[in-house]
């Protein structure tokens, strides 16, 4: 009998191992590609929904701030305004430091709104609302998505090792 | 990443490297493939495929039925992918890998004798399968400890060395087991000790 051609294939071939061997051979594991699941993709599309979304939602709420803050400015401000320092001369203040250029202060007008301009702002103001409702329903959506398998797709799953 | 990729391109695309260089280099190359494969790389799971796919197909051969082996493999693989994370030492993705297949049959008896039991025993095959088939039923009535490293030397063809660096068992436990084990073989077949 000998040992080392059962351990490591050396030396002489033992004519018993070798028959036992050629025997076996079919039953030998037969190369097969492994099917790793694809999911990665899908995981970045995810992820892509949800940034777009937020970004959408972010877009939307900064137009709404912009309308909004046009919108408050209250027009009887404009009245206070005295006709003859809307056409004052710049206000300049002379600084102490003489290596740097002289400030010029300018003064802001405020602007009136006409009923008209109103009325259009308060619609843009619903557009917007709108649009950060479906933005709003979008994001559950997809929120929804990413939450992750259903409960009997987890119970389902083989418990292994 | 580039070097250690390459490094284990050329040792696992070359079968002409000599066994020992291989049994040397084997963990090198496993925790650089195990590493590869945490960080993403899909490939270097595929090569880990390659190279413990015969020690988990001969695993469970030496437990459950023929016909149920190669999807039970393709499962452990599967099952490996999502928990590789889980593995504490990357060296030893062999042993880790051969305990979830050895799990794995245990579970797979578990369940099958609340169902049906099932056996080897289809109709339509010729007789070299069917002299196949009875030897690998008689190994399968040795004791735990000599069938698994059986299969792995006579069904997979790997050698006593490389049974060890794969299962993480001693090289001592696995040169026993197999001589203990192709005694009591030889004794079932009818084969004479000397010849």
Known sequence: MNDDYLWDKSGEPDPQIQELEEILAPLRYQPKPLQLPNDVRRKYFRLLAIAATVLIALLAAGVWLKVRKQHTIPPQEAKSV?????????????????SSKPIVRKRIRKKTF?????????????QVLLALRVASE?????QRRTQGPSLNQIKNQHKVG | ??????????????????AAMQQTDET?????????ALAGDRDGFGRLYN????????????????????????????????????????????????MIARNRAVDFHRRSRATVEITDDVGG???????????????????????ETL???????????????????????????LHRGMKLLRQKLGFSEGS
């Open chain 2, 51 to 98: 190279l413990y796919a015969p020690l988990v197909h001969g695993i469970l051969l030496a437990r459950v039925p023929r016909a149920e082996v190669d999807d039970l493999v393709q499962d452990i693989f599967l099952h490996a992918f999502k928990k590789l994370h889980t593995l504490r030492e990357a060296t030893a993705f062999g042993p880790w890998i051969a």
């Open chain 2, 125 to 147: 095959r010729n007789t070299s399968d069917s002299r196949a088939a009875e030897i690998l039923e008689m190994i399968r009535n040795l004791p735990e400890a000599y069938r």
């Open chain 1, 82 to 98: 005295v006709p003859s320092e809307l056409h004052k001369e710049p206000e300049i203040v002379k600084n102490t430091d003489l």
């Open chain 1, 114 to 126: 006409s009923q008209r301009e109103r009325q259009e702002a308060r619609e843009a103001k619903e």
């Open chain 2, 151 to 177: 299969v792995l030397r006579l069904v997979e063809g790997m050698t006593g060395p490389e049974i060890a660096v794969r299962t993480g068992l001693t090289p001592a436990s696995v040169r026993v087991n």
């Open chain 1, 138 to 142: 979008k994001l559950k959506l997809a």
């Open chain 2, 28 to 36: 090198a190359i496993e925790a650089v493939l195990v590493g590869a």
């Open chain 2, 1 to 18: 990443m580039y070097d250690f990729d390459a490094t284990a391109d050329v040792l696992l695309m070359r079968p002409q490297a000599t």
